[in-house]
């Protein structure tokens, strides 16, 4: 066997890896993760009314550690990749806590999980801790199947038309990622629609502010400022609650926690792995984009990385996946190195340990980092519709739906909007036709999966592939009848469909034959003589 050595840097060569770009990017990548922490535990404690010590205390440090020790990592690589190509201008590749997932798996596994373990009989402080052993739990099987996904995600790029991967991204985007921060921002719309004007001027117009000064950054300082200023006048509306100016300390130590949340998180798999699949696609993006930018990363060590930090963030605690962000030519395009990733990682690693960036969390108003989730939101939607050929636009808008039935799932199912008692009434309405509420529910159980299947027929129906278009339609079916999308369970549990009510029964059977039904028409129209003709907006 033959050793080869690793190039060695020209003599004389020196990487700067921190130039003043990295304080810009230092700004930038830590107040997106400090945003995604900040919704994470807004939406936990007031929308959930989730015990507040278990979120900063045990749920944040861990996550937090995941992100140190991913941008440690990438912080290396950077090093690693100047000295291999002698080039003092590489620049990090970015890593911080996953938005679509984290506020995803917030809506749809925490937060539903720690209802119905409560509506179960459960104390409040039992139920908390199950769900964070829950969320633990998915941390590590998400982080197990990247590890796995790593060696084969180019395969799935492949198989999967883009208009499945990118469409059910953007529905989050649009009905998750979007909407939720929305009613923040209106909540306290004279400070959000300030923070909102200014991420709209800097980041979407892209118009540089006076003496070129960081528009994040100045949304953020304007809008808290203005809040602590008006609020407590009552110019503003609402109530205001000074910051509880406390720190939240907490260990990240690796813990067998999870495997109490095992069994229970199983059934939120077709939730979880969708997601999981989403981030390996997109560091596949993301490092193919840095590539061009010049820093020609390993491919396979990116996705590792971004595995490890997420398996080590649920050992330790966490409940949040990292990734490798979208932008690094952005951040290389502000002047950025390797010192902005490092400092993020400090920051955000040791402020959940410290309880500094709980602190934050609670001092900034959520309506002012919300802006920035809304941008977000905008740039993956856009995205979706840009990157995908232009006739799979129409698949992309299809995959949309189910994401928006989720949302209304979540909010329909929250007792605070609608009691228990009656949304179950609502559930087995008798009538003719299956009862709207759940179909709803039905709809929106599986929605990332629903919305990447979905995505991918229509666009092979588009190419005239109709065979594959069957193909995923007759996946579909076999999915829908065990539960793994459409649950006819308010709680989304897979299940062997003889087993359900018979109300509840009603779906599997009639789903899975409308598949089924669906898939047969298409191969079978598949041999007629129109559907192999080629029109130029399928090619």
Known sequence: MKLTREPSAQ?????????AGDINGFFGLMFDNLTVLSFMAGILIFVFKYPADIVYGRMFPGTAFGVLFGDLVYTW??????????????????????TP??????????????????????AEYDAAMMTWYIGMATMVIIGVFKLVFS??????????????????????????????????????????????????????????????????????FIGTVLYYVLAPMGLIGGSFAPPSMQLHLGAPIPTLGFVHGFVA???????????????????INVTESARVAGDDYNTRNILLTEACSTLVAGLCGGVAQTTPYIGQPAYKAMGSRAGYTLLTGLFVGFGGI???????????????????????????????????PPAHTTAVAFSLFPNIARLLQIKLSNPDVVP??????????PGKVLPEMLVTVALGNGFILTAMLWGAFVAKLIDRKLKQASIYLVITAGF?????????????????????????????????????????????????????????AAE
């Open 420 to 429: 228990v008692a009656k949304f179950n009434e609502l559930l087995t309405l």
């Open 480 to 536: 829908t009848f065990f539960g793994v999308i459409h649950s006819a369970i308010p709680d989304g549990n897979m299940y062997f469909p003889w087993n359900l009510p018979a109300v509840f029964s009603q779906i599997p059977y009639q789903f899975t034959s409308a598949y089924l039904i669906l898939a047969a028409m298409f191969f079978l129209l598949s041999y007629t003589k129109k559907s192999k003709e080629i029109i130029n």
């Open 151 to 220: 060696f084969i995600g180019g395969w799935v790029q492949k198989i999967v038309p883009q208009a499945g991967l990118l469409g059910s991204l953007a529905g989050i985007g649009l009905a998750l990622i979007g909407f939720v921060p929305l009613i923040d921002i209106f909540g306290l719309p004279v400070i959000g629609m300030i923070s909102l004007g200014l991420i709209l001027y800097t980041l979407v117009a892209k118009i540089n502010l006076p003496k070129n000064f960081p528009g994040v950054f100045a949304a953020i």
């Open 354 to 388: 410290l309880g500094y960036v709980s602190f934050f969390v609670e001092l900034i108003p959520r309506a002012v980092l919300a802006p920035i989730l809304i941008f977000v939101a905008l740039d993956i939607t856009v995205q979706a519709f840009k990157a995908v």
């Open 77 to 98: 690589m950077a090093f690693r990749l100047a000295k291999k190509t002698n080039n003092p201008r590489v620049t990090a590749m970015p890593l911080g806590l996953d």
């Open 11 to 19: 003599p004389g060569f020196k990487y700067r890896w921190f130039v």
């Open 265 to 283: 998180a199983l059934k939120y798999i077709p939730i979880a792995l969708p997601f999981a699949i989403l981030t390996v696609v997109g560091g």
């Open 101 to 122: 997932s984290t506020i995803g798996i917030v809506l749809t596994v925490l937060g539903p999980a720690f209802i119905y373990l409560k509506q179960q009989g459960m």
